[in-house]
């Protein structure tokens, strides 16, 4: 199993808090078969299957990043981010929850601000194929 841990600007650790994004609630993991992804509070998981491809993405507005997971109204994505700088776009076959605890609101992509995102693109390349 591959552990990826979040990457924390010092601002983004006082937002996330009240949401229980820490150091200590905030990761993502890949295993032969799933990529699991933990933000605080939310969950999202997928089979490695599912995973359409991934790119590297940033800077990030301050406002739309900052705090619990947020929803693109663009596409119902979902962005975790702890930091504005640079992030891993990976993209679904099928869309997922994550946002909403009852699972009718779906995924079609995730935005996550690993701390090594170039070894997480690497890592779901390799066990995805």
Do not use: K
């Not at 229980?20 to 933990?38: F, K, M, S």
């Not at 992509?109 to 390349?125: E, H, I, K, Q």
Request: glycine residues 10%; hydrophobic residues 50%.
């Amino acid at each position: 199993m591959s552990r990826f841990e979040f990457r924390f600007a010092p601002v983004y650790l006082a937002a996330g808090l009240p949401f229980g994004v820490t150091p200590a609630t905030a990761h993502v993991e890949a295993d032969e078969g799933e990529l699991r992804v933990r933000f605080g509070l939310w969950w999202l998981h997928t089979p490695l299957t599912n995973i359409a491809g991934t790119e590297v993405t940033g800077p990030f507005g301050l406002l739309r990043t900052l705090g619990p997971a947020h929803l693109s109204l663009a596409d119902n994505g979902i962005t975790f981010a702890t930091n504005g700088d640079r992030g891993l776009c990976i993209r679904l076959h099928d869309p997922v929850p994550a946002i909403e605890p009852l699972g009718r609101l779906r995924h079609p992509g995730l935005t996550v601000t690993v701390a090594d995102v170039a070894a997480l693109a690497a890592a779901l390349a390799a066990r995805a194929a």
